[in-house]
């Protein structure tokens, strides 16, 4: 994993709140998401072709329904969970007891509106009850995760250095133009190819770009992380998914170190007793459940 997050990014990280990791998953494992893509969103092709009014209708506004973690395809739920991800949220955030509270996909196309979004604004509005804290405590990490190449003419996000904000009262969490012009000049850009990974602090100030370039699509995930003892953030809740296909899937093939990222408690935790053992088990048909037992029946000195 330092190999991903070199020093550069995390002194980025550190100081100016945002680091995009270029290409830190592998390009492979990106392009298996392509068939899920096109069951889930038009082609930029059919959204260029397609009536105001017609099956892309819904696309046309940022504000779509967006489709949310568990999908139907391994190969996206993968990515919310890839090693490569968690490690970096645990060198950034410096825990590895994490929970991912956000997980869901969007598209930008040529020709939708990037909508109240290209003001800079942080996401504290609707994913905090508070506001963020700029010392290095309480931090969340926000990330985007590349399926498409993303470059300055279609929809690369602007980013703003929180050195640049520091002065921004906390409670402006848009920014005008005419008070805050001089930010929008130079904010940085986080261009990448398809499977780099964007990750940015809860206090940076970002905006969308429209896109430019005709005929052209960014499809991303967005992953967003917290410590599991901080829960001022959140945006998704896991449980309401229990009923569906998607979440069943998806845990009876999860590691436990993927699972906890959305509080199913870790091998050892003190919840599990036979009986829980036994009972998730029952629940989850097909998940192995051999670590907790394992770890459970070490902590009785078997
Ligand atoms: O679409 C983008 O480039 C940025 C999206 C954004 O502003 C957000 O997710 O808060």
Redesign the pocket.
């Known amino acids: 994993m330092g190999s991903v997050l070199t020093p550069e990014l995390k002194r980025a990280w550190d100081e100016d709140g945002w680091c995009v990791v270029e290409g830190a998953i592998p390009t492979v494992e990106i392009a298996r998401t392509e068939k899920a893509l096109s069951h889930l969103f038009p082609t930029a092709s059919e959204f260029e072709a397609a009536a105001p009014d017609g099956p892309a209708s819904p696309w046309r506004t940022?504000d779509a329904p967006w489709p949310e973690f568990p999908f139907k395809s391994r190969s996206l739920n993968a990515l919310v969970v890839h090693d490569v991800l968690i490690d970096l949220a645990e060198r950034l955030l410096g825990t590895d007891d994490l929970r991912i509270y956000m997980a869901l996909l969007?598209a930008?196309y040529h020709d939708q509106s990037?909508g109240f979004?290209q003001l800079l604004?942080v996401?504290y509005p609707n994913q905090m009850v508070v506001v963020p804290r700029r010392d290095h405590r309480y931090q969340q990490l926000e990330t985007f995760i590349y399926l498409t190449d993303v470059s300055t003419t279609n929809?690369a996000?602007r980013l703003v250095s929180r050195q640049l904000t520091a002065d921004v009262p906390v409670e402006q969490h848009t920014l005008n133009l005419t008070d805050y012009g001089h930010l929008y000049a130079e904010p940085g850009e986080a261009s990448g190819p398809a499977g780099s990974v964007v990750a940015y602090r809860p206090d940076v100030y970002?905006?969308?770009?429209d896109e430019t370039e005709p005929g052209s699509a960014r499809f991303m995930l967005?992953v967003a992380f917290r410590p599991a003892t901080s829960d001022v953030s959140g945006y998704q809740a896991w449980p309401i998914k229990g009923y569906s296909m998607e979440w069943f899937d998806f845990v009876r093939q999860a590691t436990p170190r993927q699972l906890a990222l959305f509080s199913i408690p870790r091998p050892g935790d003190p919840y599990w007793t036979e009986e829980t053992i036994a009972g998730v088990g029952a629940r989850y048909q097909g998940l192995d459940m051999e670590p907790w037992r394992q770890a459970a029946s070490g902590s009785r000195g078997e």
């Not at 970002?206 to 770009?209: D, I, L």
């Open positions: 940022w969007t930008k990037s979004n604004h996401d929809g996000t970002h905006r969308s770009v967005h």
